[in-house]
């Protein structure tokens, strides 16, 4: 039998034709079918009694925030059923793969941050009880390095440059495999603050705070492989081989074992 993906998006802005381009081509190699489901419904597949229907699930979404330029960023909690059905379906096997702006995903909730390894934040907040300023971001063409050529997912992939967003945000170096890296300055001067051009259309340099050098790692959370990686802004590194066959290696090796 084929192998199934799901696709979820929501959230943010995106170029859903070079996206599907992206996803037909990665589950055309696995000889994979592929579906897509867009936030807030798409919570409803998040859920422990769906454990195993897809073989991987890519998250490309950006629940609990609600972003308007000129606006304040909103975020909210999940409901204690929704935390608990995306928890449980983890502890049931399933695989994920969240790509680029999803490692915003519920804001509110820091045990998120800790299943995917790290935060982006759109307004200043809190995370593991200490107060962090908004993240710091910047598009820029730089050089996505292999970490780990001998991993699954960097099978196959040669080092290679993208036009993509660079993020300064926290990210749980020492509880996370790394995959990706770049050489490129991360320093917060050459970094715009992400709440201040939201909030204000300003373009104004990020507050003081570390970063990472990783593009892209992989954790676990119970028997559910996770895999998250940074690149993916636009068309241009959609299109990318390599980076196509990064998402189509980590697709299969996140795997659910249900499957």
Known sequence: MAGRLLAITGGHRFDADAFRAM??????SLEWEWEHATQPEAQRRLRPEHAGTWDAIVLYDIPGLTLARG???????PTADTSAALLE?????????????????????????????????????????????????RMDRYRVDIAAPEHPVCAG??????DDELYLCPVFEDRVTPLLTTTASIDAASMIDTYREVRFGERAPAAPQR???LLGWCT?????????????????????????????????????PTR
Do not use: K
């Open 23 to 28: 996803l037909d081509a990665v589950c055309a």
């Open 71 to 77: 606006s304040q960023p909103v975020t909210s909690e």
């Open 89 to 137: 379906l983890l502890d049931a096997g399933q695989g994920v793969v969240a790509l680029h702006h999803a490692l915003a995903g519920w804001p509110a909730w820091d045990r998120w941050a800790e299943v995917l390894g790290g935060r982006f934040l759109y307004a200043p907040g809190e995370l593991g009880g200490d107060d962090l300023p908004a993240s710091g971001y």
């Open 157 to 162: 992939v040669e080092p290679f440059d993208v």
């Open 211 to 213: 970063g990472s050098q």
């Open 220 to 256: 676990e959370h119970g028997p559910s492989r996770i895999v998250y990686l940074l690149p993916g802004h636009g068309p241009s590194t959609m299109e990318q081989p390599d980076y196509r066959r990064l998402l189509a290696n980590a697709c299969a090796w996140v795997r659910s």
